[in-house]
């Protein structure tokens, strides 16, 4: 191995040989307690620390880094305290997830690394966003992600890569090629012959680097970094090396030729730079010794600490009120004058005050810029906040997902445009398992919007026609709006954008256009978890929300014979349930009527809700109405009798009948 010193001092040298040594001394620490059992699983670096060292001393402090399971040395050269990263590989409160995650599946803003979630992909996406931040606030930055070449198929990669290029974004997209993804030879999870290849694919610049010497790792990604922080752009680096170990510890190396791990062993970036230092007499036998037995002595110690440590303790209200970050709502009052507007035009006024109130506020997805957004919410949008705030994407869901959440980690807020609720499918996993886990897991708020034009009635087909809302109510760490109304929608989008949590915001299109009101210009703030009493009767509650809303209207105005409390629940997450029981204690009777199919619905939750507090009021069982267990179909005749619409009367007339 070739060792050429670039200029660096001989203090540097020394610091490049420490930074490598001390994950290397942990983990061969990790390994005797693993076989001792007394931790439970480990995922090893051995053999890629002038990778993750050598990143991480090329950035400042204040950049972001965004590490995998095995990038140590990325926590060690941020100085990480060791007892908390041992605290936390044991499950203790001193470590960055109270217990609630496991190994390096954590951030910490204290030290700019932000970690993974298990899904690996949505890692790329989320430094797009935290770069973009950087970009926008022409902070000079760069922003470095890790990946493994095996994550390098998955399509977040792709989406990451692309968003970076089009945009222009300071990332380093540091690619660990270590020949393994778990038990799968590089042979067959692609075949180019180089990642770095790719880069092409994408108009951005790539590099092939050898991951194992940290002297090429330190020079070229300080230069590089150097050169992003004045040149905003992305950059594919490709690091060549090997996994000396199993993918994680019980999974061994029974699968990978001896010859392999031979040829690597030869390689170790540790042991090649440590004779190289010797050689030029930078590092003596003594120094050496010397460096060991500190290291030695600073995880001992740190180590008793964290066995020291007593075991987590918390309670279910703990638990449950860390799934949210605190929020206070401030209410803001309408002022008097008021337009008679309609649904789609509150979304578009909601969000344009909302635009006008948060400078860091920033809008997402595709075709919205100049276009407008294909419902015309964003229009003239472009013209009032420039292209910077109002952001036409690729598309690609998930990675401009995991970009707002990269947007909200580095002190941004962001709203993103799902073109249809139905597309919500292809942005599904960062949205189910970071946005609404991350706050749970270390603290980190998701300060996010994800709009959906949802719905049927529209004569659009299975794709174009989903009111998808069960797949986020079923989510805890989400919220969940779904306004009926002019008047509602535009506060409860105020809201949306003030609330630090993730919030799914709903909007029927076939009420955009349709349903108007007089609705206050001025900017005004609604609170979540309230539901309204639009109508009131003394024979039945009806529960229902969105298009459910507007059909019970229209009945109850041709039925006027018919006594009903008619409830319209806004938001769906949180669920203000105690309107309906009040209802039903007066009544005895109750439907819960939504669009959605109705197995595993949110009216099914609330139906067993209401059996188990209002069960001694109850005259009939709880009755649901929904749409057929089919998907959504395209001739007008068949999504009719697809929608419960035409089935409501009937149901309302057995249920009073009861
Ligand atoms: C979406 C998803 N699919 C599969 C896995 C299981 N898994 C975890 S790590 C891993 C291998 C990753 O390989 P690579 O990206 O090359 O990183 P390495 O482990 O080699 O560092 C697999 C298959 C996962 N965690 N997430």
Known sequence: MQFKHHGLSSEMLLELYKAMLKPRMIEEKMLILLRQGKISKWFSGIGQEAISAGVAMCLDPEEYILP?????????????????????????????TKGRDRSF????????????????????????????ADLLRNDKRVTAVFTGEGATSEGDFHEALNIAAVWNLPVLFCVENNGYGLSTPISEQFRCKHIADKGKGYGMESYIIDGNNILEVYSRVSALSRSVRQRPRPVLLEFKTFRMRGHEEASGTKYVPQQLLDEWAAKDPIENYVAYLKEEGILSEEAEVEIKKEFIHEIDENLQLAFEEEGIKSSETDELNDVYKEYVYQQVKPLEKTSNIRLVDAVSAGLRQSMEKHSNLVILGQDIAEYGGVFKVTEGFVEAFGRDRVRNTPICESAVVSAAMGLSINGMKAVMEMQFADFVSSGFNPIVNYLAKVHYRWNEPADVVIRMPCGAGVGAGPFHSQTNEAWFTKTPGLKVVYPAFPYDAKGLMATAVNDPNPVLFFEHKALYRSVYQDVPDSYYTLPFGEANLLREGKDLTVVTYGAGVHWMIELLDAHEDLQVDLIDLRTLQPLDLQSVFTSIRKTGKCMVLQEDTLFGGIASDIAASVMEECFEYLDAPVKRVGSLETPVPFARSLEEMYLPKGRILREIRQLLAY
Do not use: C, E
């Open 105 to 132: 599946h954590f951030g910490t803003q204290d030290y700019k690394i932000i970690g993974m979630i298990s899904h690996l992909g949505p890692q790329l996406g989320v430094a797009d966003g935290i770069a973009l």
């Open 68 to 96: 995998m399971h095995r990038n140590l040395g990325v926590f060690t050269t941020r100085n990480v305290p060791l007892n908390r990263l041992f605290s936390q590989w044991q499950g203790k409160k001193n470590g960055f």
